[in-house]
């Protein structure tokens, strides 16, 4: 079972950015589907990217609609990192967020799969 540690979050102005990095162990990274999350004060946890493993579709991205165009996932494989760049942060998009791995975009979507310890995103109004 693969383990995630995620980080980069904190305290950002609205209109700004910040760049999550999700690092998993094991030597089969590159085999995994990957995902963000994020859950709320008082709501559920909800789907935010994914990509898929890049053995299967190439690294094929999919979003939440809320976030196209803002946020961007991306891998590297040889470090064992997912990415997560969010631009144009909104106070909505406050929440902690969570690194998610599983065999495909399906699963991962479902949440389905192993999960990190989470990062704080605070957006200031």
């Known amino acids: 079972q693969v383990q995630l540690v995620e980080s980069g979050g904190g305290l950002v102005q609205a209109g700004g950015s910040l760049r999550l990095s999700c690092a998993a162990s094991g030597r089969t990274f590159s085999s995994y589907a990957m995902g963000w999350f994020r859950q709320a004060p008082g709501k559920e946890r909800e789907f935010v990217a994914a990509?898929?493993?890049?053995?299967?579709?190439?690294?094929?991205?999919y979003y939440a609609d809320f976030v196209k165009g803002r946020f961007t996932i991306s891998r590297d494989n040889a470090k064992n990192t997912v990415y997560l760049q969010m631009n144009s942060l909104k106070p909505e998009d406050t929440a902690v967020y969570y690194c998610?791995?599983?065999?495909?975009?399906?699963?991962?979507?479902?949440?389905?799969?192993?999960w990190g310890q989470g990062t704080q995103v605070t957006v200031s109004s």
């Open positions: 998610n791995a599983d065999q495909s975009v399906r699963t991962v979507r479902a949440g389905l799969g192993s």
């Open positions: 990509i898929s493993a890049i053995s299967w579709s190439g690294g094929s991205t």
